[in-house]
């Protein structure tokens, strides 16, 4: 992906990420069931949550500071919430500066991600992720 592409994506979906944030901070009720009604197709399809089941919730409880809750909710959230506020500021700086520090970053974890031994453990997290996700909801 080249550098323009990336940087406008990766703002886009920042930004669509904190307006969904204020969205469900506004008019979803945070306490009420979270095996309830849900907008993830695959839950829908399948009847079993995905992965990221959860991150939603994860990232209202961090933003109250309820850390407990965002981990029980879904772990993956403490990475969202780190990449939501990292990323803006990073690309904003490469911007000024005129860098291109977070493609190259972008570029780097790309072809870490492509090894075997980091590939590996990492979608082993994510099934276990989906483990604890399929176990929380169903039971």
């Known amino acids: 992906m080249k550098k323009d592409r990336l940087y406008f994506f990766t703002m886009l979906a920042t930004i669509a ?3 969904w944030l204020a969205w469900n ?3 979803s009720n945070m306490q009420e069931n979270t095996a309830g009604t849900s907008l993830c197709l695959f839950r829908h399809v399948t ?3 995905c992965p990221s ?15 407990a809750d965002a981990f029980y909710f879904n772990p993956i ?4 919430a780190f990449a939501m ?3 803006p ?3 904003i700086r490469d911007a000024i500066t005129k860098q291109d520090s977070f493609y190259v970053f972008y570029r780097r974890l790309e072809l870490l991600l492509s090894k ?9 997290l994510i099934a276990c992720n989906w483990i604890w996700n399929i176990y929380k909801y169903t039971s």
């Open 17 to 19: 990420g904190y307006a």
């Open 25 to 27: 901070e506004k008019y």
């Open 47 to 49: 009847g079993i949550p």
């Open 53 to 67: 089941c959860g991150t939603t919730h994860a990232l209202l409880a961090l933003s109250h500071l309820h850390i």
């Open 77 to 80: 959230g403490f990475i969202l």
């Open 85 to 87: 506020l990292i990323l």
């Open 89 to 91: 500021v990073w690309i």
């Open 116 to 124: 075997r031994w980091v590939a590996i453990p990492f979608f082993v």
